[in-house]
């Protein structure tokens, strides 16, 4: 899902949740931020499309040094993350700080922002309600061997990717997308995961542990 997809998701969700009743319920903020995992973690040092936000409250924007995928204009602002920088940043952060990376319409609710500002700051504490749900990473180290990838070859528009159990499959090359996970549930070194997605089976994608493992692996060979 694309992420102008993610955020009208995770808008709808909160405003619902802010309509429930009263504002600042950290309970309802936890039902509504599960819509919102797919760009942030509550781990710490999980970052995924957008910073953890493990330990958010009181942090300055665009400090934190495990994410390196901060706009210039977020760097800049001097915004100290509390009650009153989240309101405004949840309310409309293209306003808030123009130029930023945030692919988010903002919420208008009131309730609703408070709501989900109640449940970032008892996070931020260590206390998230159970409802909220940080997404799990697949673990490629322990795929089958049927996506454990052994060699790559390229012959004219098509990869052809054999996988442990010694069989190939070929793939149109735009198909195909080469990515990296470097994390602790990423591929080990050396030994590349495919990845299904979705359609008919005709596209995939392949995880190296390590950007050069990409060049090194792939073999003309007509």
Same mark, same amino acid.
């Given at each position: 899902?694309?992420?102008? !997809?993610? @955020?009208?998701?995770?808008?709808? &969700?909160? %405003?619902?949740?802010?309509?429930? =009743?009263? $504002?600042?319920? #950290?309970? +309802?903020?936890?039902?509504?931020?599960?819509?919102?995992?797919?760009?942030?973690?509550?781990?710490?040092?999980?970052?995924?499309?957008?910073?953890?936000?493990?330990?958010?409250?009181?942090?300055?924007?665009?400090?934190?040094?495990?994410?390196?995928?901060?706009?210039?204009?977020?760097?800049?602002?001097?915004?100290?993350?509390?009650?009153?920088?989240?309101?405004?940043?949840?309310?409309?952060?293209?306003?808030?700080?123009?130029?930023?990376?945030?692919?988010?319409?903002?919420?208008?609710? !009131?309730? @609703?922002?408070?709501?989900?500002? &109640?449940? %970032?700051?008892?996070?931020?504490? =260590?206390? $998230?309600?159970? #409802?909220? +749900?940080?997404?799990?990473?697949?673990?490629?180290?322990?795929?089958?061997?049927?996506?454990?990838?052994?060699?790559?070859?390229?012959?004219?528009?098509?990869?052809?990717?054999?996988?442990?159990?010694?069989?190939?499959?070929?793939?149109?090359?735009?198909?195909?997308?080469?990515?990296?996970?470097?994390?602790?549930?990423?591929?080990?070194?050396?030994?590349?995961?495919?990845?299904?997605?979705?359609?008919?089976?005709?596209?995939?994608?392949?995880?190296?542990?390590?950007?050069?493992?990409?060049?090194?692996?792939?073999?003309?060979?007509?």
């Amino acid at each position: 899902m694309r992420r102008p !997809a993610i @955020a009208a998701l995770c808008a709808t &969700a909160l %405003l619902a949740a802010g309509e429930a =009743g009263a $504002a600042g319920d #950290a309970k +309802r903020g936890a039902l509504a931020f599960r819509s919102c995992v797919a760009c942030h973690s509550l781990e710490p040092g999980q970052n995924l499309t957008g910073p953890t936000l493990s330990g958010l409250w009181g942090r300055k924007a665009g400090a934190l040094e495990s994410f390196p995928r901060y706009s210039g204009p977020l760097q800049r602002s001097g915004i100290v993350w509390n009650e009153k920088t989240l309101d405004a940043w949840l309310r409309d952060p293209a306003a808030t700080v123009p130029g930023n990376y945030m692919s988010f319409p903002g919420i208008a609710d !009131a309730t @609703a922002r408070a709501d989900l500002i &109640a449940f %970032l700051e008892s996070a931020s504490r =260590g206390e $998230a309600p159970a #409802a909220a +749900r940080t997404q799990r990473l697949p673990n490629l180290r322990s795929a089958p061997q049927s996506a454990r990838v052994t060699a790559i070859r390229y012959c004219r528009n098509t990869y052809f990717v054999t996988n442990a159990a010694d069989q190939t499959v070929p793939f149109w090359e735009f198909n195909l997308r080469f990515k990296t996970d470097a994390g602790g549930t990423g591929p080990a070194p050396g030994e590349p995961v495919l990845v299904g997605q979705g359609m008919q089976g005709d596209r995939a994608q392949i995880v190296f542990s390590r950007p050069e493992e990409i060049s090194r692996f792939i073999r003309e060979q007509c």
